[in-house]
């Protein structure tokens, strides 16, 4: 059997409607709802594909011996925010867009289809 990881995030109620404080391992932080002051748990499920992205793609390009100096990965996301209360709120489009420094355009496509398919 392959070796796995198991992660544990909880967020929890905080009696401010719209507000939850999430914590993984020893880390907290504040998750608005959409429009609240804090960063809102889309934004958060998004930083979470980028983050994905940018360490796998480097983690392949170093094993590889691929020459990436830099990269700069942004997901941009599109949602429905008149649906009803009640109803699920759907991603109608989700873009990535990567950017990198250091390898050639093939060796470029060559990581992000690695990441597509992982």
Known sequence: MAASLAYTVR?????????????????????????????????????????CAVNMIERVARQEERPLDWMDVSVEAYRDTDAP????????????????????DEDGESLVDHWKRH
């Open 11 to 51: 967020s929890y109620s905080t009696g401010t409607l719209g507000r939850a404080i999430c914590n993984s391992r020893n880390h907290h932080w504040v998750a608005d709802d959409s429009g609240g002051e804090e960063l809102g748990a889309g934004e958060f499920f998004l930083s979470g594909l980028s983050a």
């Open 85 to 104: 209360v009640g109803e699920r709120s759907l991603y109608e489009d989700i873009k990535v867009h990567f950017q990198m420094w250091g390898v050639s």
